[in-house]
């Protein structure tokens, strides 16, 4: 059985000396935590990882679930997994403990979700989306949901899900056309139809609750007549037994990769006796469901990164043993082959997938601790960390994913003829990860979403934050002596990217939306390597100042380790930004112009 | 059934426009050709295509080749192509009639391949590889091996390989260890293992013919020390039967993609009865292998492009339908969707795919154009073209590949989550393109290839003669005024492409192959941009010839996407050479310096 790689010490490294995570048990709602605490913690968090999710992941991928007779099957351990998931507490782990859950920081939240899906992506998902959907209830839901689902949720009985897509209401979630009629008894009658619904039924739990959008009956048209209803799988009849609540399962989707995860079309209401409880009020579901979806755009981002990961530790572990070949400068024929990690082009791509795991990794630690701080804190200094987070969500989870499907690719590179055959798990990686530039959100929409809203809101207040953050690293870095060049680098990468901005929001103002917003998914990609230089930069701050102290070998190769990197990410990832910054720059239109029928065949 | 799909017009314009095939009719190899039989090959490949390859894409994934009883087992309807590949004379189609061919241009083989390959790259690899080993036995074999074999793998009735690899020779073939002892008979007994061979066993076939590597006893180490055999699975005996020729097949891959085609595993002389026949002299087999190569490597590139192209025509036709969203202009949920085609982000993925597809096809035809030239011509002129067609093979090869992952990426995004399951053929695209950056050697090996000898070779000749024929069409499109500015950004380019040659070759004077050598892949990427944006300089010079000459609308649409396209390609994909000039001018040595023990886990 392998041994779950996860980059355990890169774990500490962020969230104690990069981030300082502990500094947060200053703050009241975290305040019976201390380091003994977050490494057991994360000590469990690995050892669930090697037992239970581990041994599964070519079975889950190879025996994907099926559904029979109207119901989905899924592989066995899906219900142990579901129930150590909650009876250990990590579906509320972040949660109060009033609520049952544990009050831990998202910061070690997420390594514990980067542990778990990297050693078994499909099988992560299930308490995630639990944890997402209870979150909701908490967050909006009335005392009577609360008590009914949440404690369900977090112990791992019932699955949550988020059921937002539509056949006709993908991208567009305006288009939703799911009907929630109104009852004398409080409840809503719902009828339609929901695609790409993940875990939405299985044979691993109890129950499942949809946390569903719906338009009331009357309801404006558009985003704005979308409400939000709990709408279980069963229903609690009025003798307290599970009955069935007429949602049924149409159809499971047969995927490239994310096997061992159902995802299933569901039919509402074909009895006309399928109910749902409003959560919150009505009308403002989008509104509901966007603020939990930040945590969950984390999540997919936080999974990419984890599948890259393993890939990664997968190629590296390889590289150390594969003879082939010999050193440019000597390659008489006679002596023996070297490990091909010893050849530059193959040390190149493992720089590569170090640079883009651990960036990644680092700015969802970042986002964490954003959105640690924001719930702590009141008044400006909570908005401050809440828009924050607001702004590096579309590339907290648009990098690790565009990037890591990269990354992935060169892990399988790495192993040539080898990693295209299923001896080794890179290949599934490679399909697993496919799915993240896609669900939550494709890319597409979340470069409208950063340069059409959080770019602009108030008047540009997040942008200006996330500058501000970005040149306090600067200054930092500009008065360690080998940080310097890098430091004054991302500077004129900053200047670059604020250059490009200021000339699309003039193109909206000059040419109208379609203009300025057709390169929207380059400018997330430039935004996305200046952050992640940014986050390279943080990481060289804590390794330059570990150095100084002193270190056993060990340890300094594992700064040095960082440094390298660092100098690889400014060496190779942020010149990426010239092209970028010259294509934004010199657009002229092309893209809205072009008329459709110049594609023939 | 789905309609094959593969820019019928697209091929046209490049045969008949950019490329002038039917001026090679004026050389007496070619004599007999005319428009009318291109026309008709073309036409058939097509209908062949639809008929005999397409039907069976999904099935051929679905049903891999099995391992029965040490006997490989492939779809039954390779038999039936095998056979139709045969006698309708595809297989032999640019050999000399005498020895049964056809006597056809390389550019319209090129074509037909590119036809078989997008309809079925699986399938369209059995033919292939007879193809190839024919063409090394024409070219090096004496008249008994040719007598012998050529016209049964040009019928179809028997397998040709290439069997190269072993478990410890990849990239490294100076690592063969598959040896061959001479007898008094003429004939060598080899002994040894081969890993990764395409179609080496199967029964879709009567007989598989292995063009193999080995050493004999005694040779020098090393490369020099490589000789060619013909290998049969069976071979005749005295009475003219077929006995076994002691070659066993060991092992079967389960591969990621491209599950039509059998890659196995062989045993060779485990009976010490394995007869091999030496093809042309002993030790001269790597330069025999790697002349054929040329052709393979241009076989892949094909493959590469034309997968590429199947997927992108069905992101294109599923843009046209798929109605999501509405204009920024007017995002009024009251009005109907539109054709997700509609939004520039759409349309930009759209043109990303068209420019990598047809930009790759364009330098496969421009290859292939070289080599029919090559072919008949003599002295400086054949010396000319074969030059300028060596320095073009591994961007031949790694451009179609590396970006092709890319474009069909792109492709199965336009389909949202629909892309990723299996009711579209692009997740299978997906997975069968990825083989493409790895056999025929991988990228990183067609980048040492590339600058480590192709740029230098006889004082840098081929680099001279590429430069000068990107300067006659850069001077050709000053000429237009529609093209000046593409021309004046192409000739930038191609500067700062030399800039980049110079100081990597001054490197390896001052620092030595390694450091001069470690971002030879960087340094392809750049060459392989450049070279794609001189293909889209020539298909626009075609394009404003042919607007000129007025034309009917369908066709005036046709030549303005061309020149959409080549405005895509130079304001999106030229402008990568930015970011990759400025890391390889100021490559700092981390790859080549940076300790392997850095890398920890």
Not at 207 to 236: C, D, T, W, Y
Not at 410 to 424: A, E, I
Not at 560 to 585: D, H, I, N, V
Not at 591 to 596: A, F, K, L, R, W
């Amino acid at each position: 059985m392998p041994i779950v790689s996860v980059g355990k010490r890169n774990l500490e490294f962020l969230l104690y000396e990069v981030f300082d995570v502990l500094s947060l048990t200053h703050h009241k709602y975290y305040e019976d935590n201390d380091r003994e605490m977050f490494d057991m913690v994360l000590r469990t968090s690995l050892d669930i990882a090697q037992e239970l999710f581990l041994p599964i992941l070519k079975e889950m991928d190879e025996n994907p679930p099926r559904l029979v007779g109207g119901k989905v099957k899924v592989h066995p351990a899906v219900r142990t997994i579901m129930k150590e998931m909650g009876q250990g507490g990590w579906i509320g782990a972040t949660y109060p403990k009033e609520l049952g859950g544990s009050q831990l920081p998202l910061m070690i939240d997420t390594a514990c979700t980067f542990v778990f899906s990297a050693a078994n992506y499909s099988a992560s998902v299930f308490p995630l989306l639990s944890k997402g959907a209870a979150g909701l209830i908490i967050a909006y839901g009335d005392q009577d949901l609360i008590a009914t689902y949440v404690p369900r949720l977090l112990s791992g009985e019932w699955q949550g899900t988020m059921a937002l897509t539509e056949p006709q209401a993908g991208s567009s979630l305006s288009d939703i056309a799911t009907m929630a009629e109104p009852t004398p008894k409080g409840y809503y009658k719902l009828q339609g139809r929901k695609v790409f619904i993940s875990a939405a039924d299985h044979d691993g739990v109890e129950n499942v609750v949809h946390l569903m959008l719906a338009k009331i009956e009357g309801a404006p048209v558009g985003v704005k007549g979308i409400s939000l209803f709990v709408v279980p799988q069963k229903r609690i009849d009025d003798d307290g037994s599970l009955v069935p609540n007429d949602v049924s399962t149409t159809e499971i989707y047969h995927k490239l990769g994310y096997r061992g995860s159902p995802i299933v079309g569901l039919s509402l209401g074909e009895a006309d006796d399928c109910r749902g409880y409003l959560v919150g009020k009505p009308h403002e579901g989008l509104r509901y469901m966007f603020q939990m979806m930040n945590e969950s755009r984390l999540g997919v981002g936080a999974g990419a990164a984890a599948i890259a990961s393993s890939a990664y530790y997968a190629a590296l572990e390889y590289a150390k043993e594969r003879l082939q070949g010999r050193p440019l400068t000597n390659k008489n024929p006679a002596l023996p082959q070297v490990p091909i990690i010893q050849h530059a082009d193959v040390k190149r791509m493992l720089l590569f997938q170090r640079a883009i795991v651990e960036g990644s990794l680092s700015l969802l630690m970042q986002c964490s601790q954003y959105a640690d701080l924001a719930k702590v804190l009141g008044g400006k200094e909570k908005e401050k960390y809440r828009s924050l987070l607001d702004i590096l969500i579309p590339v907290a989870k648009s990098y690790p994913s565009e990037m890591g499907v990269l990354s992935v690719s060169q892990s399988l590179q790495c192993f040539g003829g080898y990693g295209y055959c299923d001896d080794f798990s890179v290949e599934q990686h490679y399909r697993d990860m496919r799915i993240h530039p896609i669900h939550e959100g494709t890319t597409g929409i979340q470069a409208l979403d950063l340069l059409g809203r959080k770019v602009v809101i108030h008047d540009g207040l997040a942008f200006g934050l996330y500058l501000a953050q970005m040149g306090e690293a600067i200054e930092a870095a500009q008065e360690i002596g080998e940080l310097k060049r890098y430091a004054l680098q991302l500077r004129d990468a900053l200047e670059s990217l604020q250059r490009a901005t200021s000339h699309l929001l003039s193109l909206a103002q000059s040419q109208g939306p379609e203009r300025s917003m057709a390169d929207a998914t380059l400018y997330l990609e430039f935004f996305g390597i200046v952050t992640i230089a940014w986050q390279w930069l943080l990481q060289g701050i804590a390794a330059q100042k570990a150095l100084k102290n002193g270190r056993t070998a060990a340890d300094a190769n594992f700064y040095r380790g960082k440094l390298c990197t660092l100098r690889y990410f400014f060496g190779y990832e942020l010149p990426k930004t010239l092209g970028l910054s010259f294509t934004l720059l010199n657009n002229d239109g092309l893209t809205v112009e072009i008329d459709e029928k110049t594609f023939v065949e």
